[in-house]
């Protein structure tokens, strides 16, 4: 059977203290030019205006106010749980993009045409027009790396392709396909990964995660993440390769201290070699920051890879065991 050319479409968001820019996010969506829209927006326990700014700015939109922060992730699958009408596609934005009045139907046509893909997203630029992100890449240690971060747009992403990872800022995905893979895992908070893992895990299943030129969307990033964005970032980024990386720990924590030293502690010891304090403040700020990220998320990863450990374990015992009593039955 052939979807239907117009899919209905489910815009979710998520908000936390995003009163100094959420406006014109909401104006934004209002403007929306998609037949059967519905926007949900999910409130992480804002202590400024913000579920009062989007209930005036989007008096269609169902507000979801919900008792306590419960992340970019968990938030999201709130909202994706609580659609109310028959949703086919979902499409995830932050509240402080810019999205286009076309947005919602050039991003999720192609999803929802074609089966082969899990999910997509588009150009990302920032508001002076430098690109954000193109797709992005999953690199070694679980670096995941946006394409063409910074770099002025000369037309050099101009091409649809498939990636590793589209972010969270702007994804679309079947509803199905999202609720079948258990939405988001919510460990990651308040943000980061996320995105990364659905993507990894809709492309071991043989889906393609694509980068769509088109539509180009302004992103203030890391509007509503805050000054440790640094800390979260390292830190889930260990739970995202204990939960997904393959093969022993020692190689991984042997190639992570050579990482470590090669970006953060080696450029503060060239620093403060050279004398340049400003420059070694800087660099001593990212390194702490990193670190710190890390050391928190040392006790999550190993905790995480000695569940997996037993749970593999489990699962070998009994495939012993069922082995043994195959054998037994073939001999009687």
């Keep these: 059977m052939t979807p239907s050319p117009a899919p209905r479409v489910s815009i979710v968001t998520v908000t936390f203290n995003a009163a100094r820019f959420v406006k014109p996010f909401c104006e934004a969506v209002a403007s929306f030019r998609s037949a059967g829209l519905e926007t949900i927006v999910v409130d992480n326990a804002s202590r400024d205006e913000t579920a009062r700014i989007v209930g005036e700015a989007l008096p269609a939109a169902t507000v979801i106010p919900s008792p306590r922060n419960l992340g970019f992730a968990g938030g999201s699958n709130l909202g994706a749980a609580r659609a109310a009408c028959d949703v086919l596609l979902l499409l995830f934005l932050n509240p402080d993009t810019r999205p286009a009045a076309d947005a919602a139907e050039r991003l999720c046509l192609p999803v929802w045409q074609r089966e082969s893909i899990g999910a997509a997203g588009c150009k990302l630029v920032f508001p ?183 749970s593999r374990e489990a699962e070998d015992t009994a495939a012993a065991a069922g082995t043994r009593s195959s054998v037994r039955h073939a001999e009687s």
């Design 128 to 310: 002076d027009g430098r690109l954000q992100c193109a797709g992005g890449v999953i690199g070694p240690n679980g670096i995941a790396r946006q394409r063409g971060w910074a770099e002025p747009d000369h037309g050099q992403y101009d091409r649809e392709e498939a990636v590793d990872y589209v972010p969270g800022a702007a994804l679309a995905i079947r509803r199905d396909l999202f609720c079948e893979l258990g939405g988001f895992h919510d460990g990651y908070f308040p943000g980061f990964y996320e995105d990364t893992e659905l993507c990894l895990r809709l492309r071991r299943r043989g889906y393609d995660v694509l980068y769509l030129p088109a539509p180009r969307i302004v992103h203030l990033e890391s509007q509503s993440m805050g000054r440790r964005h640094l800390y979260w970032l390292h830190r889930n980024r260990l739970l995202f390769l204990a939960r997904n990386a393959r093969g022993p720990i020692g190689p991984a924590a042997a190639r992570e201290a050579v990482w470590l030293y090669r970006e953060h502690l080696r450029p503060v010891c060239a620093a403060l070699a050279k004398g340049q304090p400003r420059r070694l403040r800087l660099e001593w700020r990212r390194l702490t920051s990193v670190a710190a990220g890390e050391l928190a998320g040392v006790p999550l990863a190993l905790g995480v890879r000695w569940r997996l450990g037993r």
